[in-house]
């Protein structure tokens, strides 16, 4: 019985008993209904064992659906607790247990899944490639993602949530002040996740700079492709710096090491730094994507091509090197000296200049266009002033002097979110509408995604501009509760209505998938949005080998030109195509890893030692396997083409 | 698959390219990751705490000889790799043998140094220094092992199969890692070990 001691929880509450009835009737309804339609062999032929990049770019999409939701009810929770002084419904340590999931969660298991399932799904297309250019490889870095995922999530009902931050600060983060596993989660979690990231970082350089179609020269790539490339170049670039600060947390926790101490040498403001020098980078990570996405989706509805194509490329290469030179302005408070504080208030406000332009490129891109109103573009259109007012008070921020009032106020709050929201979730509700019909073959309903539009920008505004008063008048962020006297009360609540209007919003959009599922037309061809980048020259749906023959290219929009300028898209012959074979390695491999997460959290040596070794086995069994691919022949392809659409040949 | 003949094996078909550039884009990453452990050492250099300082316990004789095993299992590699493109197979084997007998040369005064380390009183919990220096060396020691398991497999599957485009091309990405390891050894030997004794 000792043994079970340690998965309890520290802090229990109704709360948690009725979330561990509901988990664990879902699982018993899964794994039934599994049962009952016999989809357990469909489940491991079709979707745990595929390497083909547009389905774990749809398993991507779906997880990070799921934990939009997970990372929402935090958010409603918090909302909740604040929207009245001195309210009782959270106590202090669920309430820091709640900030902390809900910022990780948010971060990276909402966030980063949702520009890895377009990257996944989009990119190959957008090149004219067949695949990734490693295949199992991807399908690795997704099953890690989803078991660190899963790993994390289990914590509040087996052993305790972390409750040190998203940004996890020693010593707080320290045995000493966090005494349950929780923060043993947050460690090993991320680390798990964080390597099927870098996987997919290796991953996506590779492929965008082989694989591209002939005559896509890099200055003809798609932006949202190009957006791909640079963001994988920070991951490669920064996460290694993430993985050894985990690393050392980790042996701090668990060997008693004194990285990160108050003794023996120790620094925790290391931490501080490490943890930056990633976390900085990983926001850029988030938002150069979405610009990509943006970017694609106003080209497509003001009907012209991308006004100053040079100047975003260069733009966001200048954003990505500077990313990576302003990470001390998170502790600006935190006794460096004026010299470095200086130098990293100069490098965030640089950051304004390239991102700027890429603002007055996009208006400039609407300028006399023939603008269409639709859903994407509604969001992109809310994204330019929305995201303009975070930068700005980014820039605010960013001056040293001043932040001493701003640190680690609500203010901050409000900034950190008005970037995030209408710059990354905007982009990935455009993005997952605008590329809807191309992964299902139908559309979002319009009415009720302009409904979604506006009800989520109304609730944002409510939601988080009221911060940005509460937050000058002095509200510290994580604290679970004020006093009357403080006046907060007020717009504390009217953030708590505006979360709940973007609640609703969330709802809708479930509601609207279900509507569309049952009403939306079939018939709407592989090109609805009338769009201009080779993703929409496949047929619809995709076949698994994407295009029947390689595209040929020439210019930044070859489909536009390809349907206005009689350019000849696929003006080779069939040949037969090698597509690489199905693996269930990555999906057993990255279970052991679950294995070996959970064990290593609750420093269960044998089973750490034992999963260890089968993660090796695994490794050996790869290298020493014969795996060439297969072909699919001509007449496949030919049959494959007719039945999905034809006149792509 | 198709396979270009007026390349050398390691490079002759498209996936091999892919291969040969995804794994330098990984030695970046590997880049990174040397790099913030270096930065973590420089920063907790000084801060021994209780413990021992780098002057007081770093020893020339076992590192000069772990840094000639490994230099020298750096060139044998690269006469491996000569011997793969004149297609001799039997040299091949023979120099990558030679270089895994010289890196487990090299693990076993490492693993000599650390209990040494340990039995001197500058364990991994002592201080910040020990903890990063530790840390430092057992991921690169860590590296080695791993290639040691690494580039057995690959002799075997040379062995069996021969020099093919696969095996040719498994041969020289392993030497491409064998080769980052030495780098970052000297920069071990020079500013962890040489800076340290000054």
């Known amino acids: 019985m000792e043994f079970f001691e340690r998965f309890a929880i520290p802090h229990p509450s109704p709360v948690i008993y009725a979330s561990m009835v509901v988990i664990a009737l879902t699982v018993i309804a899964i794994i039934a209904g599994l049962t009952y339609f016999k989809k357990w062999g469909y489940l491991w032929r079709e979707w745990l064992t595929t390497v083909d990049h547009k389905r774990i770019g749809l398993m991507y999409l779906i997880s990070a659906l799921l934990m939009l939701f997970r990372g929402g009810v935090d958010a409603i929770m918090m909302r909740a607790q604040l929207a009245a002084p001195d309210n009782k419904l959270l106590d202090a340590q669920h309430y820091n247990e709640i900030f902390t999931t809900h910022g990780v969660v948010m971060i990276i298991f909402m966030a980063m899944p949702f520009i890895f399932a377009f990257m996944n799904y989009i990119v190959p297309l957008q090149i004219g490639a067949r695949d990734v250019a490693f295949p199992r490889l991807n399908a690795i870095s997704f099953w890690l993602f989803f078991m660190g995922a899963m790993l994390f999530n289990i914590s509040f009902v087996i052993g305790g949530s972390p409750d040190a931050g998203w940004t996890s600060y020693f010593p707080l983060a320290g045995n000493e002040f966090s005494e349950s ?24 350089i590779t492929t965008i700079m082989k694989m591209r179609a002939p005559g896509m020269t890099m200055m003809k790539m798609p932006m949202f492709t190009w957006a791909t490339l640079v963001a994988n170049l920070i991951i490669v670039t920064v996460f290694p710096v993430l993985t050894v600060a985990l690393a050392m947390g980790t042996m701090d926790r668990l060997f008693a090491t004194n990285f990160f101490t108050s003794a023996n040498g120790g620094m925790d403001m290391l931490w501080a730094n490490l943890f930056w020098v990633w976390g900085h980078p990983e926001v850029y990570i988030l938002i150069l994507p979405a610009f990509g996405i943006y970017s694609e989706i106003i080209s497509t509805f003001s009907s012209k091509n991308l006004y ?38 100069i490098t965030t406000m640089a950051i304004a200049v390239p991102t700027g332009v890429k603002i007055f490129n996009w208006l400039f891109t609407m300028w006399r266009g023939k603008i269409r109103f639709t859903v994407p573009m509604l969001y992109s259109i809310g994204f330019i002033p929305l995201f303009t007012i975070g930068g700005v008070t980014g820039v605010m921020l960013a001056m040293s002097a001043a932040d001493y009032q701003y640190h680690n106020t609500m203010f901050l709050v409000a900034h950190f979110h008005n970037t995030i929201i209408p710059g990354v979730v905007f982009a990935m509700l455009a993005g997952l509408t605008y590329y809807w019909p191309k992964m299902f073959g139908f559309m979002l309903n319009e009415r009720i995604g302009k409904w979604t539009f506006w009800l989520l920008s109304i609730g944002f505004v409510l939601a988080f501009f009221p911060m940005y008063i509460t937050g000058l008048d002095g509200q510290a962020r994580r604290m679970y509760t004020y006093s009357e006297a403080t006046g907060f009360g007020t717009l504390n609540m009217i953030s708590f209505i505006g979360a709940g209007i973007m609640a609703i919003a969330f709802a809708l959009i479930v509601y609207n998938v279900y509507y569309s599922i049952r009403y939306s037309p079939r018939d709407i061809g592989s090109d609805p949005w009338d769009a201009r980048t080779l993703e929409w020259a496949t047929n619809t749906p995709v076949p698994e080998y994407n295009f029947a023959i390689s595209p040929q290219v020439n210019s930044i929009q070859p489909f536009w030109d390809a349907k206005k300028k009689g350019h000849v898209l696929f003006p080779d012959k069939l040949d037969k195509i090698h597509m690489p074979n199905n693996s269930g390695m990555p999906f057993i491999l990255c279970s052991i890893f679950f ?14 030692i034992l999963s260890t070794i089968g993660i090796f086995a695994c490794l050996a069994l790869r290298s020493f396997e014969k795996d060439h691919g297969r072909y699919i022949s001509v007449e496949e392809v030919k049959e494959t083409e007719e039945k999905t659409g034809g006149a792509k040949l | 698959m198709k396979i270009d003949h007026s390349q050398p094996l390691e490079y002759s078909t498209g996936q091999n390219n892919l291969n040969i550039f995804g794994f330098w884009i990984f030695l970046g990453a590997e880049i990174m990751l040397f790099a913030t452990l270096f930065t973590t050492f420089f ?18 004789t076992p590192v000069l000889i772990e840094t000639i095993l490994l230099l020298t299992s750096s060139f044998v590699i690269g006469l491996g790799i000569h011997a793969m493109r004149l297609g001799n197979k039997k040299a091949m084997i023979t120099f990558f043998s030679i270089t895994l007998l010289l890196g487990l040369g090299f693990l076993g005064f490492e693993i000599f140094e650390f209990v040494h380390y340990v039995h001197i009183g500058a364990g991994l919990q002592t201080s910040a220094f020990t903890a990063s220096l530790l840390t430092t060396l057992g991921t690169h020691g860590a590296h080695v092992t791993f290639g040691l398991f690494w580039g057995l497999s690959i002799i075997l599957q040379v062995k069996k199969r021969g020099l093919t485009p696969e095996t040719a091309n498994k041969s020289f990405i392993f030497s491409l890692y064998w080769h980052f390891l030495d780098v970052v050894w000297i920069f071990i030997f020079s500013f962890i070990y040489l800076k340290g004794m000054m």
């Open chain 1, 595 to 608: 294995v070996w997460g959970f064990s290593f959290v609750f420093a269960i040596w044998p089973l750490v």
């Open chain 1, 181 to 204: 596993v929780g923060t043993n989660y947050y460690m090993i979690a991320i680390q798990i996740s964080g390597l099927g990231s870098l996987m997919t970082g290796i991953n996506m």
């Open chain 1, 308 to 345: 100053g194509y040079k100047s975003m490329v260069a733009s966001m290469v200048i954003i990505s090197v500077l990313s990576c030179l302003v990470w001390a302005h998170h502790f600006f408070t935190m006794g460096q000296g004026a010299a470095s504080n200086s130098f990293f208030s």
């Open chain 2, 43 to 60: 920063t907790l250099e000084h801060r021994t705490g209780n413990g021992p300082t780098g002057a007081e316990i770093f020893e020339i």
